[in-house]
């Protein structure tokens, strides 16, 4: 162990006010630095490789974005020679005498290619890695910890593993201490939904894992989103039903737990109804009954073992705050492999339930209930490519009710287009593509809008985020209004967002329209984390048109006719010669809606801390800009989480 020498001191303190650790007094045992790579070399450590050198590096190293939140001036740095180079660092072996071992940690986010290790016995017992998977992102290190009491008195090393070539495929760590009182300062209850990375208009649950939205359905002035839930845990595991309500899809009230397991299985995607007319039976107040259509994901507990998939079925009559599943559970017995995420909706022309089903590989399937218990088949529906959770719904094209098609939609934000009559669906059109970003996936509607708002309003899980350090893990997707449109090669889904976030606008807007050469940014004196962004222009002689969000580029590419954004792009086509773009900007999102929502890109990000910056560029020549306006927004939070 390093004597404290006042540098050290120094360090610590420097730690201790940049990362908010929680030192207490009283602690009867001083914390142990294991290391703080402050040295002209590793000392006892080993590195094997070329990644990690022969010594620390000295902050950041050439080509590599700005390294930052290191302490002191030394820290591993495994981009030494690029990305491609790779290696281990390993510790020697220490006594493991503390409570919790923390640490400064950043780069790349592969489990066992970019990690650091606790070995036990020659066995990870406890691993980290870095927050970055994805084009962007931030060399900023994070502050991380493990809790080892359980490992005490065990004689164990550390190795900072880096097996990655690719992007991201290198590892940041600094400051690594054993001590007894050393964690993460506690969130307090007023801090819940302010924390760094926590969308401010996007739902994500006050804590843990979530994924999908489930059984979203409206009634008597609330929004109701279910969602794929872990109670216990920050990764996925354990499926239950998570359930929140909004009057706006925007503040979001966290309520208590759904549908938990039980012995049929976890508890998979869904969705919900309003049975109007009480066809199942389940009525017993005033209140309309709320039924949720559920997969019960047979085998993926111990007390489901050896069960199939199939579906089931609970009901509210108190406006969804308590459930009851239904005694003859499940309502449709196994049909076949993992059939799954069943969509159901009241098919008015054939009075009857009707549920879309996927079944396994590209098939879907139709079936119908005259009262939400008894099912029967009506026909498959191939979707080339599509995989899980299905949507199906009635749209008017051109705004024309006389004029209807039907959409059927999958996971991956491919939909086809066609007719419905209460036993077939006939294709007309698709696959086709809603969605060019890399975070949207497992979209679903919302059921019983009323007739006179008249939308489809869907929602979808922002899949593939990173929340370093964060209480919750994965976020939903903007609320976004789905309409049919004609275009010269056929009719086409549009997504934009919805209007309720207008009532989010905070202070005068900015606006700007005129000819933007290049090198100049309207921009510059614009600042935030959370913005409503409308940029409408021509390309004149500029080879691309963009903007600059917070460090992350949105890149029009003039001659190619293709927007890009975080290492994909889509086919975007000018309009008489223009091109409209809108974007929502939150902590740790961004969402293009182009030409007036025939493109939709949807990206997770995690911009540097000292980065709030916008910035409108030209690059090659001159645009015109035609019109230019940015809201910044207001945060949804706090609200009554309980």
Request: net charge negative; with cysteine; proline share 7%.
């Amino acid at each position: 162990m390093k004597t404290l020498t006042k540098g050290i001191v120094m360090k610590l303190l420097l730690f201790i006010l940049t990362f908010g650790l929680a030192m207490v007094a009283r602690a009867a045992q001083p914390d142990i630095i294991l290391a703080d790579f402050e040295g002209p070399d590793y000392g006892a450590w080993k590195a094997t490789g070329t990644a990690f050198g022969t010594g620390p590096a000295q902050g950041t190293l050439p080509n590599q974005m700005e390294v930052s939140g290191f302490a002191g001036h030394g820290l591993v740095n495994s981009y030494l020679g690029g990305d491609k180079a790779t290696g281990t660092l390993t510790s020697p072996e220490f006594k493991i005498e503390r409570k919790f071992i923390a640490f400064l940690i950043g780069g790349g986010g592969f489990p066992t290619k970019t990690c650091m290790n606790l070995l036990v016995d020659g066995k990870v017992v406890r691993t980290a890695t870095g927050p970055n998977t994805e084009p962007g992102g931030s060399e900023e290190l994070a502050l991380a910890s493990w809790k080892v009491d359980d490992l005490a008195g065990k004689t164990a090393q550390i190795q900072i593993v880096d097996d990655a070539t690719g992007g991201w495929g290198h590892i940041l760590v600094d400051q690594i201490v054993l001590a007894d009182q050393v964690m993460v300062a506690p969130t307090e209850p007023e801090q819940l939904y302010a924390e760094r990375y926590r969308p401010q208009f996007h739902f994500s649950p006050m804590k843990n894992w979530t994924n999908d939205p489930n059984g979203m359905v409206y009634y008597q002035g609330e929004y109701h989103l279910f969602f794929q839930h872990n109670p216990s845990g920050i990764n996925w595991g354990n499926m239950t039903w998570g359930h929140a309500v909004s009057p706006d899809m925007f503040h979001w009230k966290q309520l208590e737990h759904a549908i938990y397991p039980d012995k049929l299985g976890t508890i998979f995607s869904g969705s919900a109804v309003i049975d109007e007319d009480n066809t199942a039976g389940f009525q017993t107040g005033t209140e309309k009954v709320m039924v949720c259509i559920y997969t019960s994901a047979g085998g993926t507990s111990p007390e489901s073992k050896g069960q199939p998939f199939t579906q089931s079925i609970a009901y509210s009559n108190d406006r969804g705050r308590t459930w009851t599943k239904y005694e003859k559970n499940p309502v449709l017995a196994h049909v076949a492999g993992s059939n799954r995420d069943p969509k159901v909706f009241w098919h008015v022309p054939s009075k009857q339930w009707v549920m879309a089903l996927f079944l396994d590989g590209n098939t879907y399937a139709l079936f119908a209930s005259p009262d939400l218990k008894q099912w029967n088949k009506l026909c498959d529906v191939p979707v080339p490519g599509g995989s899980e959770c299905p949507d199906f719904f009635e749209l008017p094209v051109d705004g024309d009710a006389a004029n209807t098609k039907w959409v059927f939609w999958s996971a991956n934000n491919t939909y086809l287009l066609g007719t419905f009559d209460g036993k077939t669906f006939q294709k007309e059109a698709g696959p086709l593509p809603t969605h060019y970003g890399k975070n949207r996936y497992a979209s679903q509607s919302f059921s019983h809008v009323p007739s006179a708002d008249g939308r489809r309003i869907q929602i979808g899980w922002m899949a593939g985020g990173k929340y370093p350090h964060m209480p919750f893990n994965q976020q939903m997707s903007l609320p976004v209004s789905l309409t049919l449109r004609s275009f010269p090669e056929g009719i086409r889904l549009c997504t934009l967002p919805v209007k309720e976030v207008e009532a989010l606008y905070a202070g005068e807007k900015f606006a700007w329209q005129g000819d933007l050469p290049a090198g100049e940014n309207p921009l510059a004196k614009v600042s935030g984390d959370l913005f409503d962004i409308t940029l409408a222009f021509e390309p004149g002689s500029a080879k691309e048109v963009g903007l600059n969000i917070r460090g992350t580029p949105i890149r029009y590419d003039v001659q190619a006719r293709k927007l890009q954004c975080l290492g994909s792009s889509a086919p975007v086509d000018l309009t008489a010669g223009s091109l409209k773009l809108r974007v929502l900007v939150d902590r740790s999102t961004i969402e293009i809606f182009a030409a007036d929502g025939r493109v939709n890109m949807a990206y997770c990000f995690l911009p540097p801390a000292d980065n709030k910056g916008l910035a409108l560029f030209a690059e090659g020549g001159a645009a015109k800009v035609q019109d230019l306006e940015v809201h910044q927004l207001k945060s949804t939070w706090p609200v009554d989480a309980k």
